[in-house]
DNA sequence: CTTAAACTATACCAAATGGGTAAACAATTA
DNA sequence: TAATTGTTTACCCATTTGGTATAGTTTAAG
C-alpha cells in the first residue's frame, strides 16, 4: 500500500517547475536537482504532460513547464497522472474483480469506498503553491 | 496504491469468524465460504494469529476463532497483521531511503504524512462489528 | 498408544509489477 | 542542415504477489 516511485519523482519534478516559475527547463536539470535518472524522468513527463500538468518543448532550449498555476496542481493530480486512479481495492474499480462475487452491499467494500473517497480528497487537499517556500 | 489481496481475503475471514461468534471453524470451512484459496488462507492465518486477533486450535475439531472482540479490530488492524505497517511513500518509514535525501523539512514529505496518518485513523474507524449483519 | 484430523513452517513456482536502460525517431532552432 | 532536446517503444532484471506442495506438529478420539 503505496505511492510508487515513478510518482515519487514525479512530485519532485512537478516542485522543481513550480519553484522555476514560467521558465522553461531541460529534463537534465531536473533530473539533476531532484537526483532523479534522467531516462526514466524522460519516460515520466510524457504522463504528466497528457494530464495537462505540464508542457513540454522541443529542439535546441526546450525542456519542460508548468502547464498550469501550482495552486491547480493537487498531489492526487500527479498521482492520477502516473499511476492512474486509486483504488484502495482492486473490486472498488474492476467490477466483478472479487472472488466472492459478494453481495452487492457488501459492508466491508462500502467501507473501503468511503475511505478511499477521503484519501483521494485529502491527497487533494494539497497543492504545489503550498509547497513553495 | 492498493491493499492486496492477502488482505482482502483476511477481511473475510475475520468477517466469517466474526459471524460464527465464539465458534472455532476449520479452514475449510472459511476458506469455501469465503471463495479463498485453502493453502493461500492457511498461509495468510498465522499473520492474524500472531497479530492477536485470531486464536487457533489444532488437532481433530480444530480450527480458528476470534481472539477478541469484533468490536476492537479494525480494518487497519488486519491490514498491518498481513502487510505490515502502510506507508504512503517508503521515504515516511525508511528512513534514509529517499534518493535526494532531501531537506528534514521537505514539505511534500510532511503532506505525506500527515495524510498518511489521516487514512490510518480512518481504517481504524471501522471494526467488524460494523459489518455484521 | 495409535491414528486421523487439523494447523504450522518452509520451500517452491509462475506471473505480474516496478524501476530502470537503450535506441531509433521527431521536432525545433540556430 | 546539424545539433539539441523531447517522444516512443522495446527491452531487461529484480522483487513482489498470489498460489501450491510437502513435511512436520499438535490434539482428540478410539
Partial sequence: ???NQASDYGFRAVLYLAQAGT???EAQTIAQNEVVPMR???KIMPSLIKAGIVRSQRGVGGGYALARDPRDITLLDVIEAIE???R???CL???GYCSKQGPPDCKIHQALADIQQKLDSDLSSYNFADFLE
Same sequence: chains 1, 2.
Fill in 88 to 90: 484502495l481495492n482492486r
Fill in 1 to 3: 500500500m503505496n505511492i
Fill in 84 to 86: 492512474g486512479p486509486i
Fill in 93 to 95: 474499480l474492476d467490477e
Fill in 23 to 25: 521558465k522553461v527547463v
Fill in 40 to 42: 526514466y524522468l524522460l
